[in-house]
């Protein structure tokens, strides 16, 4: 989950529809992604069915992603809370919400919302699953890609919904850890720590990757790792702008999109608001006007 628009991720992606009121987007390194793959197992194999029923899984796959990031989006509508779009990525989706929730157990039923989500496509897969013919024995004994595509969804499924409880954010698990330390402790702690986790978490990831060979394992680490560390300095500055209100008697009520509402305005050089709370980028607002963030590593 991310709560405000990129823009730059935005113009690098293209409209492939909307669904529940969301615009779904395909970032163009997804496209990259399947015509590499394509490509591959037509040069190797020579085979157009082989080929076509490989992207098909692949699409199949990250439609349960889409699913995925669709269920954080309409448990984040239940609290009043919009998404401006979701996009799709190799590494896979994000689900962009106005605003994050400042409530620990309406960010905790949010962020439970996408497993949940993958879970309950399992159960569905799995009883077609055995209605076709199929034993558990068999499933477990399949690697994930081996099989039919209605075994490979289901164990895919399966996978994304545990894979994403690991307590790492931004992944799912490290929101759940964050709200749930919330509820007991300031929410700043509360990121520091689940942070902290998350770095070591996310250099397990890199440090296994390298050694098995696993590229996309080292990616996602890697992009964990980053992620983790900017949203505690997100939550450092979002502190930072709530004792600077509280100092001047002001309450903070984020608007729309991450921005300060109009008739909340600062001194110059104190307001510091960040436009958007993913690992990507953040901006001071000086002066009314918006400069790139030097952020210290």
Known sequence: MSNAADSETTMSSFRFGEYFGIELRLHWTFLALGAWIGLSILSETGSLLLTTHSLVTLASIFGCVALHEYGHALAARHYGIGTLEITLLPIGGVARLERMPEDPKQELWIALAGPATNFVLAAGLGVLYLLTGGSISNLIQLSIFDGSLLSVLLQVNIVMGLFNLLPALPMDGGRVLRAGLSLRMPALKATGIASTLA???????????????????????????????????????????????????????????????????????????PEVVSPERKKFTLDGKTKPARSRP
């Open 199 to 273: 770095r070591m978490i996310a250099t397990g990831m890199m440090v296994y990757g390298l050694v098995r060979g696993g590229l996309m394992l080292t990616i996602i680490g890697g992009f964990v790792w980053v992620t983790a560390r900017n949203e505690y300095k997100n939550a450092i500055l979002i502190e930072k702008m709530k004792m600077s209100h509280r100092r001047q008697g002001t309450d903070f009520s984020p608007g729309k999109n991450g921005q300060a509402p109009s008739n909340q305005a600062s001194p110059a050089g104190e307001w510091v608001q």
